[in-house]
């Protein structure tokens, strides 16, 4: 154990003195040269793990090499975390250049963007550090806020917010559907252009929900109107009837006054 420890530490001083980068490791056990760092290969197995100044990785298996071990290869449940983007990534293999700063992952392809709200996943994909685009294949899925986007192909550029996909491109926004040879969306805006092959689908579904609750609410009011008509004419018609029952008494006492006039002479 005392060995394996003591080696560990010269391994960490050949990267930061060769590479002008730090490098930490962990695994449960390891097999390489670390006198010297050319074409040579150190290999981390079991619970493997390597953090760079951008990049964290984790896997069951970590290889190491090339010159002043430029090249990082992980298999076997590959976790990972670019420190600088804040790009979360998972995925059955991993090849990563530490001078390119380009990351190959491959097999059932996870790509989470936290800060923009973007979830992607593919077979493989290619991301840059340095510009931060990823280029997506095969079985293309991304979701961001009320849009989901599937194709054979596709581009995402994190720092500009915008998405290109192509190959029977699709692109769901809730009920709304557009289809193309090629699909360019403007993730900020949400504004699409379509190009080849154009098809879409666009439901109206919320104006006519609101149109129709208008129509129900002055119903209602129509019917409310309606029910208070009746009565108004009710009291209307149960006043008349007083009116003239109070009248006749008046014209009885005058005829009966005229008459009791004529008699006296």
Known sequence: MKKIF?????????FTASFAETITFSADS????TGDSSNTATVLDGHAYV??????????????SGDDYTNITAEGYVI???LDSKMEFECETMEYNRETKVASLKGNVKLKDPENKVDATAQIIDYNQDTEIAVLQIQVNLTQKNNICKGAYAVYQKKAQMLDISGNAEVKQDKDIFRAQQITLNLDTQNITLAGNV???VNDSG???EEKKDSEQTQTENQQTESQQPEQNQTQTETQPQTESQAQPQTDTKTQSQN??????
């Open 51 to 64: 953090k760079t100044s951008s990049m964290e990785i984790s896997a069951e298996r970590i290889e190491l």
């Open 30 to 33: 390891m097999t390489g040269q």
């Open 199 to 201: 098809k879409g689908t």
């Open 6 to 14: 003591i080696t560990t530490i010269i391994f960490l001083c050949i």
């Open 260 to 265: 009791e006039e004529t008699k006296k002479e």
């Open 80 to 82: 990972g975390k670019n």
């Open 207 to 209: 104006k006519k929900s």
